[in-house]
């Protein structure tokens, strides 16, 4: 099985900035594309960042301006660094990762973080 273990987040003043990062661990798998959405109290999960195994990155555009997406193909991380906070900034963040594995067969397989909150406050 491979899971996902989140860290970072926590409490932000406004203006500041958060660094989340993400670790992928298991048997005998490869990460294909691996990034982090974001939910907002009363709304929909939404996409803020993903990296594909080419290094191909993608950013919503309410944050690829004061967003930074790196990723460690050999340690099967990655690192969401985001600046100039504000409140609207404030959400439980998760990890995401997709790509096959091939114990104990073949498959490929999608997963999710617990979740970690951040939020946007003075």
């Known amino acids: 099985q491979v899971q996902l273990v989140e860290s970072g987040g926590g409490l932000v003043e406004p203006g500041g900035s958060l660094r989340l990062t993400c670790a992928a661990s298991g048997t005998s798998f490869r990460i294909t594309l691996m990034g982090w959405y974001r939910q907002r109290p009363g709304e929909e999960r939404e996409l803020v960042a993903t990296t594909t195994i080419d290094g191909d990155t993608d950013y919503a555009n309410s944050v690829k301006e004061r967003c930074t997406l790196s990723s460690d193909n050999a340690k099967n991380t990655v690192n969401l660094v985001m600046d100039d906070l504000t409140p609207e900034d404030t959400a439980v963040y998760y990890c995401?990762?997709?790509?096959?594995?091939?114990?104990?067969?073949?498959?490929?397989?999608?997963?999710w973080g617990q979740g970690t909150q951040v939020t946007v406050s003075s």
């Open positions: 995401n990762a997709e790509g096959e594995t091939w114990y104990p067969r073949r498959s490929d397989f999608i997963r």
